[in-house]
């Protein structure tokens, strides 16, 4: 059974598709941009940027039922080679506690300066949105 999640608290799809799936005690989410309430509203550092990026993604997992703390698998998307040692650096304080699985490539964003997407576990499958 699937369950799609739209969460308050982050930017809503830019596109056609769902912010995260849930499908038996698994979220999938979308890819994460850094904006806070519109595509045009962006942190100005990339660091920051990762952490609203993050902070995005943390919204969606908790209106699937899950959390941070339970994410299994990471994809991220940066823009440039030289983003990924301060991308690592805000990660390992967000994720490095028990840091998931992670692929991270550099590829070319539209207007974005990195994208992040992931795979988690539901906390409580009772608890999962209907």
Same mark, same amino acid.
Not at 31 to 58: C, H, K, M, Y
Not at 70 to 91: C, M, S, W
């Given at each position: 059974?699937?369950?799609? @999640? =739209? %969460?308050?608290? %982050?930017?809503?799809?830019?596109?056609? /598709?769902?912010?995260?799936?849930?499908?038996?005690? *698994?979220? !999938? @989410?979308?890819?994460?941009?850094?904006?806070?309430?519109?595509?045009?509203?962006?942190?100005? &550092?990339?660091?920051?940027?990762?952490?609203?990026?993050?902070?995005? *993604?943390? +919204?969606?997992?908790? =209106? +699937? #039922?899950?959390?941070?703390?339970?994410?299994?698998?990471?994809? #991220?998307?940066?823009?440039?080679? =030289?983003? *990924?040692?301060? !991308?690592?650096?805000? /990660? +390992?304080? $967000?994720? #490095?506690?028990?840091?998931?699985?992670? @692929? @991270?490539?550099?590829?070319?964003?539209? &207007? $974005?300066?990195?994208?992040?997407?992931?795979? +988690?576990?539901?906390?409580?499958?009772?608890? =999962?949105?209907?």
């Amino acid at each position: 059974m699937k369950r799609i @999640t =739209a %969460a308050l608290g %982050a930017i809503g799809p830019v596109g056609p /598709y769902s912010q995260a799936v849930v499908s038996g005690n *698994l979220v !999938f @989410t979308a890819g994460q941009i850094p904006a806070r309430n519109d595509f045009e509203s962006q942190p100005e &550092g990339f660091e920051e940027q990762v952490r609203q990026t993050l902070r995005n *993604l943390e +919204a969606i997992l908790i =209106a +699937a #039922g899950s959390d941070l703390d339970h994410v299994i698998k990471v994809n #991220g998307y940066l823009t440039d080679p =030289a983003q *990924l040692e301060p !991308f690592n650096r805000v /990660y +390992a304080q $967000v994720l #490095g506690h028990a840091p998931p699985a992670r @692929t @991270t490539v550099c590829v070319s964003l539209w &207007g $974005v300066t990195l994208e992040i997407d992931c795979v +988690a576990e539901l906390i409580n499958l009772e608890d =999962a949105p209907a």
